[in-house]
């Protein structure tokens, strides 16, 4: 982190990215390819670092340190020069993804990091057309980056074990929670769990069992209030796992086992019912305020980080 930071795509991840390492002290360039997609970012930061001072995180100077140190940048090949990390954000999109580390290759030494925030994405074929693929890794950080302690990662399998103890170290530093998988799978662990549960919730609304409004309340009023504390594991070792044997074995034919989207979701997307960002999704959202709703949580996570000590 001494010689600088760079983050490449200043949308929902990399603000966050970029306002971490600042935070922890270093010097950080923010690119996207023009400065009306920096200034969202940018005001997102502002805005992340007055909750952060309100809530008593940081104080007003150290606030205004972090904000100083993150430079906005629209030249890659300049934000790039002498970069000790370099950590990817733009969109999901394989080829691009490829063409982008081609060219900060062109640019950065051989020993510079290059970290990934791809959701989806194995580390294999990103690095497919790398010079260098012993120095990328996936870091999956999560929304908001700045915020949520997991970032799961998947070294490129050639990467030496001191590199990846330097970068896993290097997250911990930010005062993330890293989790290094052992091997390569789609959608890595979070995701997997993630989709476990949604494609179930999905089915249960499709069954009539119970409204999209409940079933989060399912969620956040049962199971969910212990997830902070213990994990679904834990939870099951506390439990008992004779109950979770017979639970398991008893259900086990009544889940969905669908291996596409839902029919519910599908009909929606198709007919632009696209969530929060269209106002209406499972959930209408024209009359509950978006941004209200996400400044909510964003103070929330924070009260939950210092109930949990950190
Ligand atoms: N949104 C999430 O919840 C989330 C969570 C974890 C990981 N991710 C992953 O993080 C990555 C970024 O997702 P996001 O949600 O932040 O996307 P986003 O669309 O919000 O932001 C992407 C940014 O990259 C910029 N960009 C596009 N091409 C570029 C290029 N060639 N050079 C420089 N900048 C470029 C865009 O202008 C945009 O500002 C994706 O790989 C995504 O899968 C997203």
């Not at 990215?17 to 950080?28: D, E, K, N, P, W």
């Not at 398991?248 to 929060?276: F, I, M, T, Y």
Request: no cysteine; charged share 25%.
């Amino acid at each position: 982190m001494d010689r600088g930071v760079v983050v490449i795509g200043a949308g929902v991840m990399g603000h966050g990215i970029a306002q971490l390492f600042a935070q922890a002290g270093a010097r950080v360039r923010l690119h996207d390819l023009d400065e009306a997609r920096l200034a969202p970012g940018l005001a997102a930061v502002e805005t992340s670092l007055a909750l952060l001072v309100e809530e008593e995180v940081l104080s007003p100077a150290e606030a205004a340190a972090a904000r100083s140190r993150i430079r906005p940048a629209t030249r890659l090949e300049a934000a790039l020069a002498g970069a000790g990390v370099v950590v990817e954000a733009i969109p999901e999109l394989l080829e691009e993804k490829q063409a982008l580390f081609e060219r900060i290759e062109r640019v950065v030494g051989d020993d510079t990091l290059i970290a990934s925030t791809t959701s989806t994405l194995p580390i294999s074929r990103l690095a497919a057309r790398a010079r260098r693929p012993e120095r990328m890794v996936v870091a999956h950080f999560f929304n908001p980056a700045q915020l949520i302690p997991l970032v799961e990662v998947v070294p490129h399998p050639s990467m030496p074990q001191a590199a990846v103890a330097e970068v896993l170290a290097m997250l911990r530093r930010l005062g993330k929670h890293p989790v290094l998988l052992r091997r390569e799978v789609p959608g890595f662990v979070a995701n997997r769990l993630q989709a476990a549960l949604l494609r179930e919730a999905f089915h249960l609304v499709e069954l009539g069992v119970a409204s999209a409004e409940e079933i989060d309340a399912v969620v956040t009023e049962g199971p969910g209030l212990r997830w902070p504390f213990a994990g679904p594991i834990e939870t099951a070792d506390l439990g008992g796992l004779d109950t979770w044997l017979r639970l398991l074995d008893n259900l086990g034919s009544e889940l969905s086992k669908a291996e596409q989207a839902p029919a519910v979701l599908r009909e929606l997307v198709a007919s632009g019912q696209l969530g929060a960002k269209s106002g209406r999704g499972l959930i209408d959202w024209t009359a509950r305020p978006v941004a209200e709703r996400l400044a909510a949580r964003d103070r929330f996570l924070v009260r939950l980080a210092k109930l949990k000590g950190r």
